[in-house]
């Protein structure tokens, strides 16, 4: 559920310009639930996979058949949280993809 004082950033132009042909994959980490209700959303708009980021952190590599990758997640202490840092560095092929990453925040994303 999101909560009320919590505001986030929401590229609603996603959902026009990538098809949903493409084959999208959002990747989501989310502590109280803001994240993944923004997650589950864009999912449904471009018809993605959802993966969990904590189902992940014990796996050394990760290896994706996306063309594209979102990263949703929140904003803890104005920077990403580092389980979200550590799959962006275990993601093999990361430099060929499209990426794109929405955080929700509750003041202050960043310094
Ligand atoms: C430990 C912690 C640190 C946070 N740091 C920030 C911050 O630096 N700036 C900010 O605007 N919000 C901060 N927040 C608020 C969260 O980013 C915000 O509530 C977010 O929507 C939570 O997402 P979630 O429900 O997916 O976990 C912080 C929250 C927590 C729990």
């Known amino acids: 559920m ?13 959902r026009y310009t990538l098809p949903v042909c493409y084959h999208v994959e959002i990747y989501y980490f989310s502590g109280t639930g803001n994240s ?3 997650a589950r959303d864009l999912a449904q708009g471009l018809g ?17 058949e996306a063309d594209k990758i979102g990263f949703v997640f929140p904003i803890y ?3 990403p949280p580092p389980m979200v840092e ?15 990453a929405v955080c929700t925040y509750g003041i202050v994303p960043s310094r």
């Open 2 to 14: 999101v909560s009320g004082v919590a505001a986030f950033v929401y590229p609603a132009e996603l």
């Open 36 to 38: 993944l209700a923004v």
């Open 48 to 64: 993605a996979r959802l993966q969990a980021v904590s189902a992940l952190a014990d796996r050394a590599r990760v290896t994706s």
């Open 77 to 79: 202490d104005f920077k």
């Open 86 to 100: 550590e799959l962006v560095c275990k993601l093999d092929g990361i430099e060929s993809k499209y990426l794109f």
